[in-house]
């Protein structure tokens, strides 16, 4: 059909344009869409369904509280990598000290927040020691 309508454009000396094309076949696609509409629909809603579907699962995993900080885990924990050559020894878990000290210094200059800094770092430098053993222990 389609065949038929380029070769009469072109036998009529006209370009073939999408334009063109598009209202050619604007009753086919009309006709299409209300026999299989009903099709068409479900298909977009499981299109649109499939993802959100993951993100409620996910979601439902979700404990409560507040969500983790990315950024500023990374920070602390690169920190906490670093420490000796920053402070001239290792970082603690303790909630005052130089490297709390530090953190608190670094992390509002790269825009990060420094609030309730003492409690987010024992489980981030407790974290880099594990990763630090393991990586000496392995050969």
């Known amino acids: ?46 299109a649109i369904h499939a993802p959100l579907q993951k993100w409620v699962a996910l ?8 969500p983790p900080q990315a950024a500023r ?3 602390i924990y690169r920190l906490a990598e670093a420490a000796p050559g920053i ?7 303790a909630s005052t000290g130089p490297f709390v000290t530090l953190c608190s210094l670094v992390l509002p200059a790269c825009g990060l927040s420094a609030k309730g800094v003492a409690k987010a770092i024992p489980p981030i430098v407790r974290q880099v020691r594990a990763d630090q053993a393991k990586h000496r222990s392995d050969p």
């Open 59 to 66: 979601d439902r995993l979700n404990k409560g509280g507040r």
């Open 73 to 75: 885990a990374y920070l």
């Open 87 to 93: 402070i001239g020894k290792s970082a603690t878990i």
């Open 1 to 46: 059909m389609i065949a038929v309508f380029i070769e009469r454009t072109l036998a009529e000396g006209q370009q073939i344009t999408m334009a063109a094309l598009d209202e050619f076949s604007r009753p086919r696609r009309e006709a299409l869409g209300l026999k299989h509409g009903h099709l068409m629909l479900k298909h977009f809603i499981d």
